[in-house]
């Protein structure tokens, strides 16, 4: 086997997660509810766990309780838990000390990222 470093540039479209994804980038957390049972998701799932297809669209608050976190070299991660959802969420944190157990919905280009109260100027 000879390593071989590979570099990929690539834009990917956000097709039917338009919505969370344009909401990130803004700094809100917008979340999919199951027409059929009300589960909030948050990332949003296309296929509820209920077999559900049609949801609608609702943006919470953006903050979250942190249920379990770890620090690496490549920086602090979260499982996380956002008001309003039923499901959990792995983000990336920014500017919370170890101490800190919660966080609100940074703006990102780059994924979910949780960082302190109150939010930073977008
Ligand atoms: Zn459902």
């Not at 540039?9 to 097709?15: A, E, K, V």
């Not at 990130?24 to 296309?46: K, N």
């Not at 920014?94 to 939010?119: C, E, I, M, V």
Request: hydrophobic residues 45%; contains cysteine; proline residues 7%.
């Amino acid at each position: 086997m000879v390593p071989y470093h590979l570099s990929l540039d690539y834009n990917l479209h956000p097709g039917w997660m338009t919505p969370f994804v344009e909401g990130l980038q803004a700094g809100l957390a917008v979340a999919r509810r199951c027409a059929a049972c009300a589960q909030t998701a948050f990332p949003p799932q296309r296929i509820c766990a209920c077999g559900e297809a049609d949801g609608a669209w609702i943006t919470l608050t953006g903050d979250a309780i942190i249920t379990f976190r770890t620090e690496g070299a490549d920086g602090a991660f979260a499982l996380v838990v956002f008001a309003g959802a039923d499901t959990s969420a792995v983000v990336r944190l920014t500017g919370l000390a170890s101490d800190q157990t919660r966080g609100t919905l940074h703006a990102s280009d780059t994924g979910l990222t949780l960082g302190p109260f109150p939010k930073a100027p977008l």
